[in-house]
């Protein structure tokens, strides 16, 4: 065939492949008209056939821009670009130096400025942080050895790769991983590093037949030599009065056995532990789980107000303090979750930042600081969060969220439907792919080395050679007339307190 034949026939191809194109599009459009002018569902579709399915789909990837392209550094919710840019520069193990200057506007109300000291120690005196014990009182007290710790996820609400990653990791940096309310999975013990057991309303791993707390079971988890702690869940910050909820779709084999589900059956615990209805009872139980395992036991609730925490004061001060938590966990009403209702996750239970001063105030009080230790978390990821909240009066800080950003978590928001494109609350083979353990785990340990390096760095700062030696006089927040004001005034500690703890 001759060149201008064979071009020729090239052109009047795509010439008819074109309007064949057209055709269909206008079929299919057409079809779509009359879908969208019958149907009922949506206002929108139905006035405005067609076009009016671009609001959908613009919306969905609004999502998408919004994070990529025209959110700035420091405006999204609940993380923004410049946290979980921290948290993957230090899981990277890459320097965590910036240049020119902070792109943070610090004059927001609320945010802490650290006072830096005239005389700071000198370089080789830089500050240390040095291990704690918890439970003094137990059979087997809890050495601490990190300031920084996993909180919360249980296996279930995040996937098998992922609670390994984080075993593997903890392990390395030495901090310990509380294994959330889904019971101990053999993945948790698979890094070796410390576990806190976490007793959910449920009480998932260690049940009877009948759902009841079982002294058996209790004895068997606390036989692991990693299990260093229980902590009874009482509430956590996103859902304060809403027991766990673990979406039938995340209920595989595996998770059905280990808590006692059956596969796809919704794993909803009570609103409450059925067995402690007022702080006697709440005593009795705690005195009854330290005795069964002999080791250190604690609470975890969130703030809403200061009456809950006196009574328990009152009441440890009745019965004797070895009645008491040997630690409470403080969650924030901004913490994170798997999945909550949004009236809850939104609008209940106080900010972190305002409950850990008042209730490490009352501990101290009543003369509890060396007694009960105060674990705080509710978005304290990055060094300044866990400075602050230790300068508040908090002995350990730990965290959920800015682990699964060291885990490679973009923040999609699809924690509860299965589908995380990240594997870390998926069931999904296909999206745990992309978790790859031998890779993840490394910046699991970095990432917590880096806090903990860098708040001893903030410490060093102040003029102090351990971070819990760091006081709410350290602390300035910015008003909103632009002031700032020491800490240990905008939240004073209670009289008694004042008189025996520095501020
Ligand atoms: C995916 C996911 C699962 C969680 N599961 C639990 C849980 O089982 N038990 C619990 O007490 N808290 C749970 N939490 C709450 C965290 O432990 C933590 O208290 C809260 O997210 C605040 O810490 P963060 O702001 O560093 O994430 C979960 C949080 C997330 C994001």
Same mark, same amino acid.
């Given at each position: 065939m001759e060149m201008v034949e064979w071009t020729a026939w090239v052109i009047e191809a795509?010439?008819? @492949?074109?309007?064949?194109?057209? #055709?269909?599009?206008?079929?299919?459009?057409?079809?779509?008209?009359?879908?969208?002018?019958?149907?009922?569902?949506?206002?929108?579709?139905?006035?405005?056939?067609?076009? #009016?399915?671009f609001r959908h789909i613009f919306t969905e990837l609004g999502e998408f821009f919004r994070q990529y392209f025209f /959110?700035?550094?420091?405006?999204?919710?609940?993380?923004?670009?410049?946290?979980?840019?921290?948290?993957?520069?230090?899981?990277?193990?890459?320097?965590?130096?910036?240049?020119?200057? &902070?792109?943070?506007?610090? #004059?927001?109300?609320?945010? %802490?400025l650290f006072v830096n000291a005239a005389f700071p120690p000198l370089d080789q005196q830089a500050a240390k942080t040095e291990p704690l014990i918890i439970g003094p009182g137990t059979r087997e007290p809890y050495v601490a050895p990190s300031i920084f710790n996993l909180s919360g996820m249980s296996y279930g609400a995040i996937s098998k790769p992922a609670v390994q990653a984080l075993s593997r990791g903890c392990k390395? /940096?030495?901090?310990?991983?509380n294994t959330g309310e889904g019971g101990l999975s053999p993945y948790h013990l698979e890094g070796g590093c410390d576990v806190v057991f976490q007793i959910g309303t449920a009480k998932f791993g260690v049940r009877d037949e009948a759902g009841n707390l079982s002294d058996a079971k209790l004895k068997e988890v606390a036989a692991h030599p990693e299990v260093k702690m229980f902590e009874l869940k009482l509430a956590q910050g996103a859902k304060p009065g809403k027991g766990g909820i673990l979406p039938a779709a995340k209920v595989n084999k595996e998770i059905a056995e280990i808590r006692g589900l059956n596969v796809g059956q919704?794993?909803? &615990?009570?609103?409450?532990?059925?067995?402690?209805?007022?702080?006697?009872?709440?005593?009795?139980?705690?005195?009854?789980?330290?005795?069964?395992?002999?080791?250190p036991v604690g609470i975890k609730t969130v703030g809403g107000a200061e009456e809950p925490f006196l009574d328990l004061f009152e009441a440890i001060a009745r019965r004797g303090v070895d009645s008491a938590p040997d630690f409470i966990t403080i969650d924030g009403g901004e913490g994170g979750t798997g999945a909550a209702p949004m009236p809850l996750i939104d609008l209940v239970g106080m900010s972190i930042r305002e409950s850990l001063p008042?209730?490490? @105030?009352?501990?101290?009080?009543?003369?509890?600081?060396?007694?009960?230790?105060?674990?705080?978390?509710?978005?304290?990821?990055? %060094?300044?969060?866990?400075?602050?909240?230790?300068?508040?009066?908090?002995?350990? +800080?730990?965290?959920?969220? @800015?682990?699964?950003?060291?885990?490679?978590?973009?923040q999609a928001l699809k924690c509860n439907k299965n589908t995380c494109p990240t594997g870390i609350t998926t069931h999904d083979k296909r999206f745990q792919k992309g978790l790859?353990?031998?890779?993840?785990?490394?910046?699991?340990?970095?990432?917590?080395?880096?806090?903990?390096?860098?708040?001893?760095?903030?410490?060093?700062?102040?003029? +102090?050679?351990?971070?819990?030696?760091?006081?709410?006089?350290?602390?300035?927040?910015?008003?909103?007339?632009?002031?700032?004001?020491?800490?240990?005034?905008v939240h004073p500690r209670p009289e008694y307190a004042r008189r025996t703890a520095a501020e």
């Open positions: 795509l010439a008819l @492949g074109f309007v064949f194109l057209i #055709g269909i599009a206008m079929a299919v459009a057409l079809v779509l008209f009359v879908i969208d002018r019958i149907q009922t569902e949506d206002a929108i579709r139905r006035n405005y056939p067609v076009i #009016g399915r /959110a700035m550094d420091r405006e999204e919710l609940p993380f923004n670009r410049a946290q979980r840019d921290w948290v993957k520069r230090a899981s990277d193990g890459k320097g965590n130096t910036v240049a020119f200057g &902070s792109t943070r506007n610090i #004059g927001v109300p609320g945010t %802490p390395e /940096a030495g901090v310990w991983m919704a794993g909803i &615990s009570p609103n409450r532990h059925a067995d402690a209805s007022n702080v006697d009872e709440l005593l009795d139980l705690i005195g009854r789980i330290r005795d069964v395992t002999g080791k008042m209730i490490s @105030g009352l501990r101290d009080a009543a003369g509890l600081k060396g007694r009960i230790r105060l674990i705080a978390s509710g978005k304290l990821v990055n %060094p300044g969060d866990v400075a602050w909240a230790l300068a508040a009066g908090a002995d350990f +800080v730990t965290s959920a969220r @800015g682990f699964m950003f060291s885990l490679g978590c973009i790859v353990v031998e890779d993840k785990w490394r910046k699991v340990a970095r990432y917590a080395e880096g806090i903990v390096n860098e708040v001893e760095i903030i410490a060093h700062s102040v003029g +102090v050679t351990e971070p819990r030696q760091m006081r709410r006089r350290h602390v300035r927040l910015v008003q909103a007339d632009g002031r700032s004001i020491s800490m240990h005034l």
